[in-house]
């Protein structure tokens, strides 16, 4: 009986090795899987870092190439502008420079026509002058042709006295033109005896003669004869 248990145990004994080998297995199988699965998971999550790290990459490169490009077309867009500034800058110059050429030419223009004018004031101020003179000169020339000196046979100016004044039919200037028929007569008349013809006096007649170095309109005398001036 007791041989019987002993070799019940052993047996026993024999019988439970293989159960705890069996279960140790298993553990190692289920380790084993479970770090195939973790390095197959790292594995994944290593390719997907590393997709991940070339999306990246490739992203900043083409956002840098955008970039790039953005900021090339951005640096060609200011030069064009600053081209086109420039341009019209230099347009704007240019039209200055015009407006500057065409004031002087103006201003020159302006001097130049003041002078042609001042000049023109000048010449028709002279003109009108000569005219004037002229104009003077002949109203005297005209003037000195108006009057006559009654003559005799022998050209000389005649004598007359009061009472044959009377009775000729002839035009005796007014006393007020005295001294300037005076001056007429002296200048005019060369062949004569007297100094002193006839005029006009408040309608009597009277004598224009010199007193003192100056002509005088006096009252005629019966007696005394004088010139006849007359128109």
């Known amino acids: 009986m007791s041989a019987c248990l002993g070799g019940g145990a052993a047996f026993a004994q024999t019988k439970s090795e293989p159960n705890l080998s069996s279960s140790t297995d298993d ?10 699965r973790m390095l197959d998971r790292q594995e994944s999550v290593r390719n997907d870092l590393i997709k991940l790290q070339e999306n990246v990459t490739r992203t900043d490169a083409r956002l840098a190439s955008e970039g790039n490009s953005q900021l090339e077309t951005f640096n060609n867009e200011i030069e064009l502008i600053k081209s086109q500034i420039a341009t019209e800058m230099a347009s704007v110059q ?22 042609k004018s001042l000049q023109l004031n000048e010449d028709l101020q002279a ?16 003037w000195h ?9 022998q050209g000389f100016a005649d004598q007359l006295s009061l009472g044959e004044v009377k009775r000729i039919a002839v035009d005796i200037p007014n006393a007020e033109q005295c001294s300037e028929l005076g001056e007429w007569l002296v200048n005019n ?24 170095g100056l002509w005088t309109v006096m009252s005629a005398s019966g007696v005394e004869t004088s010139h006849i001036v007359f128109e």
Do not use: G, H, P, W
Not at 27 to 36: E, F, I, P, S
Not at 146 to 152: A, G, P, Q
């Open 27 to 36: 553990k190692v199988t289920q380790l084993n899987v479970a770090l195939t």
């Open 94 to 115: 240019e039209t200055l420079n015009s407006i500057n050429d065409i004031k002087k030419a103006f201003e020159q223009e302006k001097v130049s026509a003041q002078q």
């Open 127 to 142: 003109l009108q002058n000569d005219v004037s003179s002229l104009l003077a000169k002949q109203a005297e020339i005209d």
């Open 145 to 153: 042709n108006r009057f006559e000196v009654l003559k005799d046979e």
């Open 189 to 212: 008349v060369q062949l004569r005896d007297y100094n002193r013809f006839y005029v006009m006096q408040d309608q009597n007649y009277a004598v224009c003669r010199i007193v003192d």
